[in-house]
């Protein structure tokens, strides 16, 4: 089956990024009878966070990062070099409008227009992640074991009220435990942490970057296409879209997806979106002999660190930079993820670690992705933005989207996610 375009032929799609997100999307499209053609400048899942995430499939994580009491928090963020958000102070000025945004995304009627937006796009995420999977013969990477918050004791773990009732409040199952069920669970935590957070219908991806290869695999086993180019512009001519051009060659379309990650505001600015996109970077650390076994996702409150167990690596991921595209990473920055392993694994064996990764991490000050048509520009269209919940995001932006491309009929209402609610 092909989806005819204007001239009776099948509908070809450009996804300009090959990112989960970008290639999940990529393959539903294809799947859908498109002709569909991915370009990046880097291989499959390797260009941004899609290579070294935490792979976290958090399908209840409906909350956004900017929630009420946020103000008094910003002093840390710009004073602690250590804290898990930081901005450094080369970059103050350069975020301070994202910051100012972030800081007005939190009154209670942003947050709760998001958490609806969030909960609609990510509630089904876990049951998406293992159908893909299954689709593309990479079924034993999706582990649906749940995931474990950690807290030293209950007036911590009050401190995060708030968002754990905006949670259970969108039907996730949140069972607050003791010390003797964290054990039970994962008996290598530290007992410095006595109460525990289960939610049992969340899952992990034990190789985000394998997943996204396998995924890129699928789609030109299907008949897609994968081109390695960086897309410098977007052709328009009588007021649509036309495809793109590259430093190695044009390609035409009749339908143009920015699926770009971090990189996607400076490839839409020259069309006149100003989108508030911000980078917040994030890093990782692999030990490949830890000596200690995981089943799931370790996730310390006062951390905000995800402690997960990978194929052949234990891995440590988190900590929130402020610096752009184009800055250094922070070997400092880095390091700090050690001192987080030690508080909650500190039995865990640094031997053969090397090195560490940092990735782009695409947020916006709401929490809320862009995603669907660009109302101004026919034949554009927006998959970015997903912030810390990339991976999560992927298969249900590409369920939620990818109809919609093709015109198919769907139920889908893409106005919470629109790029013009910024203006």
């Known amino acids: 089956m092909s989806v005819a375009d204007g001239g009776g032929g099948p509908k070809h799609v450009l996804v300009i990024g090959a990112g989960i997100v970008g290639l999940a999307l990529a393959f539903r499209l294809r799947q859908g ?32 990062l900017a929630m009420p009491g946020l103000l008094r928090q910003v002093p840390g963020m710009l004073l602690d070099p250590a804290a ?28 709760a227009r998001a958490t609806a ?9 876990t049951e998406q992640h293992l159908a893909l999977a299954r689709e ?45 069920d964290v054990v039970s669970l994962e008996p290598a935590v530290s007992p410095a942490y006595q109460v525990g957070v289960f939610l049992p219908d969340h899952a ?12 890129a695999e699928a789609l030109v086993r299907a008949g897609g296409e994968i081109r390695r180019d960086r897309i410098t512009g977007i052709t328009v001519a009588d007021g649509r879209v036309t495809g793109a051009r590259g430093e190695d060659g044009t390609y035409a379309a009749d339908e143009v997806v920015v699926a770009a990650g971090a990189w996607s ?41 995800f402690i997960t167990p990978m194929e052949g690596v234990l891995r440590v991921a988190g900590t929130v930079e402020f610096g752009g595209l184009d800055r250094p990473p922070s ?16 039995q865990a064996s640094r031997e053969g670690a090397e090195g560490h990764w940092m990735g782009h991490r695409p947020c916006l000050p709401d929490s809320v992705p862009v995603i669907g048509p660009a109302a101004r520009m026919p034949g554009l269209w927006f998959a970015f933005g997903h912030g810390h919940l990339g991976l999560t995001g992927s298969a249900p932006t590409a369920a939620m989207l990818a109809p919609v491309i093709l015109g198919q009929p769907t139920n889908a209402d893409l106005r919470p996610y629109a790029a013009e609610r910024f203006g």
């Open 33 to 64: 009878g498109a002709e569909v053609t991915v370009v990046d400048p880097a291989p499959p899942g390797e260009g941004g966070a899609s290579f070294g995430n935490a792979g976290a499939i958090s399908a209840s994580s409906v909350a956004p």
């Open 84 to 111: 898990p958000l930081h901005v450094p102070a080369a970059y103050w000025l350069r975020a301070a409008p994202w910051l100012a945004r972030f800081v007005a995304a939190a009154r209670p009627a942003t947050v």
């Open 117 to 125: 937006a969030l909960d609609a796009l990510l509630r089904l995420a």
């Open 136 to 180: 593309i013969g990479a079924a034993e990477l999706i582990r649906p074991n749940g995931q474990l918050y950690l807290y030293r004791d209950r007036p911590q773990l009050a401190k995060d009220a708030a968002g754990w009732d905006i949670r259970r409040a969108h039907g996730a199952r949140v069972e607050t435990i003791e010390r003797a």
């Open 204 to 215: 992990y991806c034990a190789a985000p970057h394998r997943y996204a290869r396998a995924v």
């Open 265 to 305: 505001a400076r490839l839409l600015a020259p069309l006149g979106y100003r989108i508030p996109l911000e980078t917040q970077r994030g890093y990782h650390v692999d030990l490949p002999a830890s000596g200690v076994t995981l089943t799931r996702p370790l996730i310390p409150a006062d951390r905000k660190v």
């Open 331 to 346: 070997a400092a920055r880095a390091n700090l993820l050690y001192d987080d392993l030690a508080a909650v694994l500190p």
